[in-house]
């Protein structure tokens, strides 16, 4: 089966690192995905993990640790805009399909 | 190069009825899925299309089901809808099938069931 657990809500401040984390129990794996969501709008793609180790695209990285079923995205200087939903999948490319988690509820204050 | 569009955007029905949801991806994008979103269960695969051909499916039962043109757009049916079928319906396309590629979401249909 496919387990893929996020908090479901993080509040932060402008200009501080926030990092969302992601652990997973799925009976394949060949990705992770990270995804925002603004509210009412539809989930854009951020970054793609399938090695271990970090990816880093500029205010925003990914960590990947497939040993550990665990990933996390790191979102630095924060912006007010960066209030969004982030969603964490798992691609299994023997089901053919990615799952998603539930998301987290990313609130940056003033 | 045109996004990802979803036909209509927001729906209202009853319970009982039936609905289609329409889908054109990206251009050259040949795979097609389709997900329910909701507050509660977020996002749930419903099922995959590539090439008109259905290739994954999702734990859904047999009152959803979809279809793939040969231009690549696609639709999804739900039948005898009841009040829990009320969501988002996001539809995602890829340029190849079962792709480890980034999927393009559509803006999604809200459909409303009262």
């Known amino acids: 089966g496919q387990n893929i657990d996020q908090p479901t809500e993080m509040t932060a401040t402008e200009g501080a690192i926030v990092q969302i984390n992601c652990t997973y129990q799925t009976s394949g794996f060949n990705g992770l995905f990270w995804y925002q969501q603004h509210a009412g709008e539809a989930p854009t793609f951020l970054s793609y993990?399938?090695?271990?180790g970090l990816e880093e695209k500029g205010r925003f990285s990914s960590f990947l640790s497939r040993s550990k079923g665990y990933s996390y995205l790191l979102l630095k200087e924060l912006q007010m805009k960066d209030s969004a939903s982030y969603l964490c999948?798992?691609?299994?490319?023997?089901?053919?399909?990615?799952?998603f988690g539930d998301g987290t509820t990313l609130t940056v204050k003033p | 190069k045109a996004g990802v569009t979803q036909t209509p955007r927001y729906l209202i029905k009853t319970r009982g009825q039936q609905v289609t949801l329409s889908c054109s991806p990206i251009?050259?994008?040949?795979?097609v899925s389709w997900y329910q979103q909701t507050p509660g269960q977020g996002l749930q695969f419903l099922f995959e299309?590539?090439?008109?051909?259905?290739?994954n499916k999702g734990n859904f039962p047999g009152r959803f089901s979809g279809r793939q043109f040969s231009n690549s757009r696609s639709e999804m049916n739900v039948s005898t809808l009841e009040l829990g079928d009320s969501a988002l319906y996001l539809c995602?396309?890829?340029?190849?099938?079962?792709?480890?590629?980034?999927?393009?979401f559509g803006p999604g249909t809200r459909l409303t069931v009262l």
């Open positions: 995602a396309s890829t340029l190849e099938a079962s792709s480890h590629n980034e999927q393009f």
């Open positions: 999948a798992v691609y299994n490319a023997n089901a053919g399909k990615s799952t």
């Open positions: 299309y590539f090439s008109e051909t259905q290739r």
């Open positions: 993990n399938v090695l271990d």
């Open positions: 251009s050259g994008h040949r795979s």
